[in-house]
T-cell receptor
Framework: GQQLNQSPQSMFIQEGEDVSMNCTSSSIFNTWLWYKQDPGEGPVLLIALYKAGELTSNGRLTAQFGITRKDSFLNISASIPSDVGIYFCAGQNYGGSQGNLIFGKGTKLSVKP | EAGVAQSPRYKIIEKRQSVAFWCNPI?????LYWYQQILGQGPKLLIQ????????DSQLPKDRFSAERLKGVDSTLKIQPAKLEDSAVYLC?????????????FGSGTRLTVV
């Protein structure tokens, strides 16, 4: 089945630093999504990317859909303590059961004030 | 709008016991999903419903897991009998339609511990 490789597994950074994480796949996706999960909560959608090459921002977050459709990255600028959590990439294809999300294993972000 | 509701939030059971989880999706969302999230992993799909019909249950361990969505709204997921490796967070999610682009809305999950 499809698998996503997400890196790094964890990051420990200083407040104010920029963060970058990425996700690669063995097969193509039509949509790439980035989620954040706080302890004891379900994943919350941060950014959705629908087109190869697309670059999308949401506040301090920027994500790109790789032109090969097999990868994506997420950048967080000027990190703050509330950015702490686990970030997941997810791939999705169109329609039917292919609409299911395939998740990476997550990047755990810790921010030191 | 109200989010996806799940209960209970936590459950501890002994192996070989049975357990059931409940999910109430966002009003009007036809598609409902159950995901299993083992500690340190991303969520993995167990079953997908479109209204009250099953679209995909290929990754559901059917010898012990069952799920239903009888009236196309609420859903229950059952495990009987539970094994130690079933310890995980069980997440319910819903979307407006089958294969909706842009992901879904997740509930807060039920954390199951099997001892």
């Amino acid at each position: 089945g499809q698998q996503l490789n997400q890196s790094p597994q964890s990051m420990f950074i200083q407040e104010g630093e920029d963060v970058s994480m990425n996700c690669t796949s063995s097969s193509i996706f039509n949509t790439w999504l980035w989620y954040k999960q706080d302890p004891g909560e379900g994943p919350v959608l941060l950014i959705a990317l629908y087109k190869a090459g697309e670059l999308t921002s949401n506040g301090r977050l920027t994500a790109q859909f790789g032109i090969t459709r097999k990868d994506s990255f997420l950048n967080i600028s000027a990190s703050i303590p509330s950015d702490v959590g686990i970030y997941f990439c997810a791939g999705q294809n169109y329609g039917g059961s292919q609409g299911n999300l395939i998740f990476g294993k997550g990047t755990k972000l810790s921010v030191k004030p | 709008e109200a989010g996806v509701a799940q209960s209970p939030r936590y459950k501890i059971i002994e192996k070989r016991q049975s357990v059931a989880f409940w999910c109430n999706p966002i009003s009007g969302h036809a598609t409902l999903y159950w995901y299993q999230q083992i500690l340190g992993q991303g969520p993995k799909l167990l079953i997908q419903f479109q209204n009250n019909g099953v679209v995909d249950d290929s990754q559901l361990p059917k010898d012990r897991f069952s799920a239903e969505r009888l009236k196309g709204v609420d859903s229950t997921l059952k495990i009987q009998p539970a094994k130690l490796e079933d310890s995980a967070v069980y997440l319910c999610a819903s979307s407006f339609s089958q294969g909706s682009l842009g992901g879904y809305t997740f509930g807060s999950g039920t954390r199951l511990t099997v001892v």
